[in-house]
């Protein structure tokens, strides 16, 4: 259904460039929803499920998986399994056999099946630090990957940034004369760097997650406020949302899911013009884009007039519903910086509305690696709307309606 009109609320859920979907937990006890899952654009929230403590968490979106550690035994949440998980049972160290337990849970958003769990209980051949883990097979099978040498860190929260190949590390003691807080662990140049202190009045934070260049903090607190470090920045944003969790508990994790609750289908909204012979052109996409290109993604547009040369341009950075012309009945509705895709001509008959444009998005980004946004990743979202000549109108020219559409696996 084509919308016309929208709420500042629903303006800024589309703006946001990718499905932002944080994944939080806490150790609610058996019985208690443990999991939620939290749409960053509106601080909605939904619950995930109820029959295991979340003390670490990490999403492998690409397989539609999350996974939790409840102390030592890790289990598995599948999208769309309802409220229970899967008991995979103690992870096991391939250096001596040993059962090993988590603090935290990271996972690499790029790659299927990449975890890494955060120790903080340091002994001869398991030290404290970070673990790779296998979760292919049954129990997962872990391997220390970067030892710093020092056990006074408590790797409450881990999180991976994939741009960066960093980690991120809430611990809440730290060495002497460090303190607790945000810190930057470098596995390649063997350096854990603090970036600050908690925000003020927090001392307790236990998860940690990358999106989109923010490091997201998750308490275990009811009701506690979620908050975000800028990388770029390298300061803490304004804080605005908050956690779902009504328990107060002792540990929290946190993930990234931007597939969990995507649309199923792409999304048509903004207004398109009337041409000079009544035309008005519209949009469709007939299927969300996967990273795989596994969906065929065709988008197409009708009603255009005939015999007009135009083509389809697109945008990343968000939606957008501003007059073509201060005497337009068209809208601009995707935000700049966009890309084109090559003309075409809309065929049909010559003042008619018989015309159309399509074009292959899958062949289009397999052509032009370098486009913008590409790669993708699951939640990128895509904002496109066709242009096209109408040399009696304002500006000569004239526009459709706009289609979001939202990349999955």
């Known amino acids: ?190 350096t854990i760097t603090k970036l600050s202190a908690y925000p003020a009045g927090q001392t307790d934070i236990d998860g940690c997650e990358v999106i989109g260049g923010k490091v997201w903090l998750v308490g275990d607190d009811a009701g506690q406020v979620l908050y975000s470090w800028d990388i770029a920045l390298g300061a803490y944003d304004a804080a605005t949302l908050l956690s779902p969790s009504p328990f107060s508990e002792t540990f929290s994790g946190a993930g990234f899911a931007p597939s969990l609750f995507a649309p199923s289908s792409p999304l048509v909204y903004c207004t398109a013009g009337t041409t000079s012979n009544g035309c008005v052109p519209a949009i469709a996409a007939s299927n969300q884009p996967s990273v795989s290109a596994a969906n065929p993604c065709v988008i197409s547009v009708a009603n255009v007039e005939g015999q007009k040369s135009g083509l389809i341009f697109y945008s990343v950075a968000g939606a957008l519903i501003q007059p073509w012309s201060a005497t337009s009945n068209s809208f601009l509705c995707v935000k700049t910086p966009t890309q084109r895709s090559l003309a075409q001509s809309s065929g049909g008959t010559a003042s008619a509305c018989n015309g159309a444009f399509t074009l292959d998005w899958n062949a289009f980004q397999a052509a032009n690696p370098g486009s913008l946004g590409n790669p993708w990743s699951p939640g990128d979202k895509v904002f496109a709307q066709a242009w096209f000549r109408d040399p009696p109108a304002s500006k000569t020219t004239n526009l459709s309606d706009a289609v979001e559409m939202t990349y999955v696996p």
């Open 1 to 190: 259904m084509k919308n016309t009109l929208f709420s500042a609320l629903a303006l800024s859920a589309l703006a946001s460039g990718a499905h932002a979907q944080l994944i939080v937990g806490v150790d609610a006890g058996t019985g208690n929803v443990c999991a939620w899952h939290i749409d960053l654009a509106t601080n909605s929230s939904t619950p995930l499920w109820n029959d295991t403590d979340v003390w670490g968490l990490a999403c492998d979106d690409l397989n539609g998986k999350i996974y939790c550690n409840d102390g030592t035994p890790m289990h598995v949440w599948s999208y769309g399994s309802g409220p229970s998980t899967t008991n995979l049972g103690n992870p096991i160290s391939t250096v001596d056999g040993a059962a090993i337990l988590f603090a935290s849970l990271a996972s690499d958003p790029t790659t299927a099946g990449r975890l890494w769990g955060g120790r903080n209980t340091n002994s001869a051949t398991n030290p404290e630090g970070i673990y790779t883990i296998d979760v292919s097979v049954t129990p997962p099978l872990v391997t220390p990957v970067f030892n710093p040498g020092v056990t006074t860190y408590d790797w409450g929260g881990l999180g991976y940034d994939p741009t960066s190949g960093k980690f991120y590390m809430c611990s809440d003691v730290a060495p002497a004369g460090v303190g607790g807080g945000l810190f930057e662990v470098d596995i390649v140049a063997g």
